[in-house]
């Protein structure tokens, strides 16, 4: 052992195998330096120990321990056990659940080390970033997780014996077709209590006083007063429209839902909204679990409560998971977001306490800071993939992972590079990049804009076409006729071009049977 | 602080649920699939579960997605080696840009098959689906080959695990009020009183009283045990047989010189499917294997199908060989009797009138059902085989003529491998349906 010991230096065990003892040995350990050297702050921590088997079933209800029925999720863990038994795939050493407690899954196959890496990557990374990033505190609540989950497979339970399970597989297969757009993207300005009313009022009522002028009395009105609003204004503001949650349109607004099937649409768009922080935080989230297992696993290593054969093992399978091959690899498939998380963890760590020229002109503020932990904490906490990558995306990590840009036209017969790692390009790449993680433009921009409510009961959606990239016809015709259902009437989904107003392709559903049965 | 729980032995198959909607979702297809893998199947994995791919059109789950193609598209990519800004590359075939796709590709694009497993039990069920046994209730027998066991009462000997507690206290302390047995409060009582005396030593004669009495007291309580043997109760439990139908299947075939190697192979696919098709019904079933060329006799599996023999071919002789054992062992009131018989359709001319008598009047009536399956050479088109007058053979002629009696006769003519199993669920199929369609067809 070339280092030994400040703070123990006896290895905290040895040999593969894992026993409960050695996993509380080892989480006192990590625990020591998670909290108090790198300052993590978390939900207190359930680990589970599991079966393969058991892992299977986990993938298939999207990684909570307990999930409504439905046969989509039959139908994904058909096809993981296919890919798994044939050797395809292999399984995830780790499912860390956002809830408080949190909990995370160890599988019982897995050594001592590989525990030990899933303990400090999980339980430690993954529960620091659920419980600060402000995505996750504004939009998901892990103390009431688990109970609602409760809740909603009940609920749904009794649905099937009541109703039927065509009927109620209906109503989810529709909603499963829109739970992308069954999501608050902004926080929605709740309604005043009455204390607060009192003292808007107030307020109100002191300001007039204060900038009371009675010349105000004599300007000449406009003829006719305030009857400015068409029709369709009205109609706009009566329905709260334009909304881009569907689900949360249709759920309060459907005229011939039953109250049975309003609550289940809202159950799958409470689970859309409990999954919307994950979707836009990938990069960031498994590099914070990334950094903490490496920064974790090599103070122990330092301190000689890690083995030389242990920290080999645990490196062996942390190269494997940052491992980005290039664009022209039969490998790539993407940017590995563990990759580009870690590696821009390390960077941060790097800009901090050691920097460049280069970085102090480009990380004013970050550069030479000295605390990385702090600035590490300070990002986890107030950045998504999106806006993480445009702050803190370095010209010596562009360098690195050798990015560049690639514009491509469709009307063009080739494609462009549009930039490089050089020093015209660093902007230009990151801010590409960025846009990259931005969901708001992976994903269509739809809304609903009108529903003729003298006439035919039509339903109008606007699909704003951005970079002339129309939705995929097929699957638009699906799930529009899957919307139609719900809505009970015809429904039109216009795509018009976000930049010229031209209107590009309209898709006109009527419905094929009506799912509300009127009353309840 | 933590928790760790282990869940291990918590029961798995959590997504059962979920994998029997998905079932049922996709049941038409999975069933097409299920038939169509077992046509290429070997005879030996007929009953096993396997690999399964199904189109993915009805399993869809669409969601509202920018197409993959078309438009002005951007892709950050790493691992750039000779390009500079302003470069144009061609485009890589079948678009996405380098395997680009940023979120929406990931699911499954849906573009080829969708492959999974289907289990063992899962398979046979889809294979089956929709057959039935004619006449299945007719007669059934109680054969004890499994028993259950229940609570019935209770015993005064048994295993410990199965000590009835409540009982043998409740015995126990009946018994020791009876019998008077001093309770702990008494001597208790007694032994203080006497060590109070002896302390003041003052009252003697209530002393040498007391202690007389409790010497009598210790002396009640060493005689009458606080738990007698005969206190003690177990459970009872009662093992009652639990009825199960059984079935034999009798194997018969032609195994004279004609039959080519072909013509047993189909014969041993159709009767495969009779022997799962049993199994499933039948808690019970036998096989027996009788092949004949101008004399019958039973033989075991592999001879049956195996062993060549040369001969002539008298049918008639099968049939009597399969009327001594039923005699022997297969009481007809006991035993549901199912026959295949698998042939070419040759006979000695001289055989036909007792071959039709023989079955006509023995072993027609004592059987639930008789398939007879006239296997052709591979080749033959089904077409001109099926063709009606076109050329019937002897057997087939024989048995034609005394079908119209007889319900439980079933003949069908198989040229083709892949004609085993649609004859077998037109043989089997509910109520009838299949029948009619395949007649018209």
Known sequence: MSVTALDGGIPLYTGADWDYDKVRRVYDAIEKVALGEMGLDIYTNQIEVITSEQMLDAYSSIGMPLFYKHWSFGKHFARDEALYRTGQRGLAYEIVINSNPCISYIMEENTMTMQTLVIAHAAFGHNHFFKNNYLFKQWTDADGILDYLSFAKSYIAKCEERYGQVLVERVLDAAHALMNHGVHRYPRRRGLDLRNEEKRERERQEYNEQTFNDLWRTVPTKAGGAAGLSDRDRRRALLELPEENILYFLEKKAPRLAGWQRELLRIVRHVAQYFYPQRQTKVMNEGCATYCHYRILKTLHERGQLTDGAWMEAMHSHTNVVFQPDFDDRRYGGINPYALGFAMMQDIERIATEPTVEDREWFPDLAGRGDAMGALRDAWTHYRDESFILQYLSPSLIRKFRLFHVADDARESEMKVAAIHDERGYRAVRQALARQYDIAWAEADIQIVDVDLIGDRRLVLEHRVLNQVLLEEGEAKAVIQHLADLWGYEVDMEEVDAESGARLRKISVGPRRVLGGGGD | ?441
């Open chain 2, 1 to 441: 602080m933590f928790t760790i729980v282990d869940r291990r032995l918590n029961p798995s198959g959590k997504s059962l649920a979920n994998r029997q909607r998905f079932l049922r979702r996709a049941k038409d297809q999975v069933m097409r699939a299920v038939r169509d893998a077992s046509g290429k199947r070997g005879i030996k994995d007929i009953d096993m579960g396997g690999d399964i791919s199904i189109s993915p059109d009805g399993i869809k789950e669409p969601t509202l997605r920018r197409a993959s193609s078309g438009g002005n598209r951007d892709y950050v990519v790493p691992g750039n080696k000779e390009f500079m800004s302003g470069d144009r590359i061609r485009r890589p075939p079948q678009g996405g840009g380098s395997g680009q796709g940023s979120e929406g590709a990931e699911d499954g694009d849906g573009q080829d098959e969708f492959r999974f497993v289907l289990s063992r039990e899962e398979f046979i069920d889809l294979f089956l689906e929709d057959l039935e046994l004619p006449d299945l209730a007719k007669r059934k027998l109680a054969v004890t080959d499994s028993l259950d066991w229940h609570r019935a009462g209770y015993s005064v000997s048994g295993s410990p695990a199965n000590l009835n507690l409540v009982r043998t206290m409740r015995n126990s302390l009946a018994r020791r009020i009876a019998l008077n047995r001093p309770t702990g409060e008494e001597i208790k009582v007694l032994r203080e009183e006497i060590d109070r005396l002896e302390r003041s030593g003052r009252d003697n004669v209530r002393l040498a009283e007391a202690r007389e009495e409790l010497a009598l007291l210790l002396r009640r309580t060493q005689r009458i045990p606080y738990i007698d043997p005969v206190d003690v109760r177990y459970n009872r439990f009662n093992a009652t047989p639990r009825p199960a139908a059984q079935a034999v299947m009798f194997c018969l075939m032609d195994v004279s010189g004609s039959m080519t190697e072909h013509m047993k192979d189909l014969a041993k696919r159709f009767y495969m499917l009779l022997y799962l098709f049993l199994t499933r019904r039948y808690k019970h079933v036998e096989v027996v294997f009788i092949r004949h060329t101008h004399k019958a006799q039973e033989v075991d599996e592999e001879t049956f199908f195996y062993s060549g023999e040369t001969g002539g071919t008298v049918v008639s002789t099968a049939l009597e060989e399969m009327q001594r054992v039923v005699a022997e062992r297969f009481p007809p009131a006991e035993w549901n009797i199912y026959a295949a018989q698998a042939s070419d359709g040759d006979n000695a001319l001289s055989d036909n009138g007792k071959t039709a008598q023989l079955m006509d009047q023995v072993i027609l009536p004592i059987c639930q059902y008789y398939a007879y399956i006239e296997v052709g050479q591979d080749g033959v088109s089904p077409g001109l085989a099926y063709g009606g007058g076109a050329r019937e053979t002897d057997l087939w002629r024989t048995y034609k003529s005394i079908a119209e009696g007889h319900p439980e006769l079933a003949m069908r003519r198989v040229t083709q491998r892949r004609e085993i199993y649609p004859v077998f669920r037109e043989l089997f199929a509910r109520d009838g349906a299949g029948q009619q369609t395949e007649a018209s067809a």
